[in-house]
């Protein structure tokens, strides 16, 4: 039995609404899938010196939270958010404790929650058939805003070869936790760098040739001007990949979209089009019966400068 | 007031109409492992339906605990009460 099956099992003891979940969910991983699921347990265990139930702990936080924020917002007839300015999230990014706590839950969720692990995949097949020779190109660039536990910063680097990889990241937690799982998944490489800033401090002269951002938007205040400093530093045929989330309360979540349909009005708005799309819905529920229903939805789109 | 006989009565109404099944009996132990469609959003659902019911708010903290229909009839009981 593998380490992380092992954490499976600790969850499902614990919690018998996680438990159908996580059993399905672990079927349905492929072989890949399981043992980056084990390099990232590993992680835990030799590098922040987490035990398999700290990692569960964590999980079961990240589910027992979402569970009362969702009651909270299912009270609002799901008008809002408990928080809605970054005033007052602000404090969690530099609380590095939680934030441990807050990336290893995400990290474990990305091959739990059925909709993280089909984001997960969507990212990854696009990533690997970018065309038009952003890869090949001297100088090319990929950016990462907030990679947090630094999975998607890492399947890049795996699926693609640009000259050079730049994460963003608001929390020094983060930081710290992507360059090390960073180094400790691929430790031959010197090509990355990550900085501890705030998106709207960051300044760049360069484009960039591939942007991703996965599920950020919706912990900004204002993500329109997000999405235009995106687009202003994107190249003409850039890889750009964001994901963000639908009527999913969080404990820093401040900007409630209430339909993919606002998100993608969005990106118009800011000089950006969808080129293709995947809509994942908490728990593998049906897609109609979570906008029905309100339900967390997490939309993932690859999109392109107009 | 309302005995444990009536919560369940009412309880059993609810699931069979969240679920959409009507041979759906509740008792003390019934928990997600006993209905194939119950998941944690499902919970959110019956959470909704009880309070609405019932005509009480759950404390959250308690809500996320819940382990069985038991434990829920408890709080019932004592919110009604």
């Known amino acids: 039995m593998t380490k992380f099956e092992q954490v499976v099992d600790i969850i499902s003891e614990r919690n018998p609404l996680q438990q159908k979940m996580v059993h399905s969910s672990l079927e349905n991983l492929t072989q890949d899938e399981l043992m980056e699921a084990e390099r990232s347990l590993n992680f835990f265990i030799n590098e922040l010196g987490s035990s398999l139930s700290e990692v569960a702990d964590a999980y079961m936080w990240f589910?027992?939270?979402?569970?009362?924020?969702?009651?909270?917002?299912?009270?609002?007839n799901g008008t809002k958010y408990l928080c809605s300015s970054f005033a007052e999230t602000s404090h969690y990014y530099t609380d590095n404790a939680l934030m441990r706590n807050y990336v290893v839950s995400l990290a474990t969720?990305?091959?739990?929650?059925p909709q993280h692990i089909g984001c997960l995949r969507f990212f990854k097949d696009s990533i690997k058939n970018i065309r038009g020779g952003q890869r090949q190109k001297n100088n090319s660039r990929y950016l990462e805003i907030g990679p947090g536990h630094g999975h998607l910063l890492v399947t890049a680097m795996e699926n693609s070869d640009f000259e050079s990889y730049t994460g963003v990241d608001i929390s020094m937690e983060s930081v710290e936790m992507t360059r090390k799982f960073v180094h400790h998944c691929l430790p031959e490489r010197g090509n990355c760098n990550v900085i501890n800033q705030n998106f709207f401090d960051f300044d760049s002269n360069d484009k960039y040739d591939a942007?991703?951002?996965?599920?950020?938007?919706?912990?900004v205040e204002t993500p329109e001007k997000f999405l235009l400093k995106i687009s202003n530093l994107a190249s003409d045929n850039a890889f750009i990949y964001i994901s963000t989330a639908v009527n999913a309360p969080w404990i820093d979540h401040i900007y409630l979209f209430k339909t993919v349909e606002e998100v993608e009005d969005m990106f118009n708005r800011c000089g950006l089009y969808v080129k293709d799309k995947y809509y994942g819905v908490a728990n593998g529920a049906d897609y109609k019966k979570a906008v029905k229903n309100k339900l967390p939805i997490v939309p993932a789109y690859i999109l392109g400068k107009a | 007031m309302m005995n444990r006989n009536e919560i369940f009565e009412k309880l059993n109404e609810i699931f069979r109409d969240i679920f959409d099944d009507e041979s759906i009996v509740v008792t003390d132990t019934t928990s997600a492992l006993d209905i194939e469609d119950w998941d944690s959003l499902m919970q959110i659902s019956i959470i909704a339906a009880v309070e609405n019911a019932f005509n009480f708010k759950f404390d959250v903290k308690k809500a996320v605990l819940l382990k069985n229909v038991g434990e829920m009839a408890d709080i019932i009981e004592n919110e009604i009460s």
């Open chain 1, 211 to 219: 942007i991703v951002m996965g599920e950020v938007l919706e912990h």
């Open chain 1, 109 to 113: 969720s990305l091959y739990l929650f």
């Open chain 1, 63 to 76: 589910v027992e939270e979402s569970f009362r924020e969702q009651i909270l917002f299912m009270r609002s």
